[in-house]
């Protein structure tokens, strides 16, 4: 284990389940519709990465890339989109990809402007959530795991763009940000 984890939430092998789990429920529930894909960047992209793996129909994958934290813990609550969708997915189903919901932030800013775009459906996946941290309301169609208000990195998320390469999902010791 890294010295700046001070605990292991999720190892690799239960990840893995999971997210064959999701990715089989996606593939029945979307069997016959024109699916995208979208990854809510930086974060989700190895959760991404893996789930299309675990899709057996045929989907597209997209991207857009917002931010909140900065090298922070907290959100700021201000979402930035830095950069949007690069193919239009109009009369498709968007499946926005995240990798936690926290504050909610991000997702309710998104939703709508994803939703304004003509999309047949807009649904989301996020492999974790912490509901106790939740400030604006955002309702999940697929979920991972349910997770306890710790600093989570690995598996893509980070602390000040570190850690994403983590293949667990931890606790970050809160001596790296406390100091
Ligand atoms: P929200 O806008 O507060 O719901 O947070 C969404 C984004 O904040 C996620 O996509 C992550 O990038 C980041 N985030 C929230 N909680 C954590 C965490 O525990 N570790 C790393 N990143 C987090
Ligand atoms: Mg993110």
New binding site residues.
Partial sequence: MHNDIEKVIYSEEQIKERVAEIGKQISEDYKGKELVLVS?LR??FVFLSDLIRNISIPCEIDFLSAS??GDR?T?SGK?VVNSFLSSDPKGKHLLLV??????????SRIIPLTKALGCESVKVAALLD?PE?RKANVDLDYRGFTVND????GYG???ADKYRNLPYIGALDPKIYTK
């Fill in positions: 809510i974060g989700s909140s934290y813990v959100s979402v995240e990798d936690i919901l926290d504050s909610g932030f991000t997702l912490k941290r710790y600093f989570l990195v998320l980070d602390y």
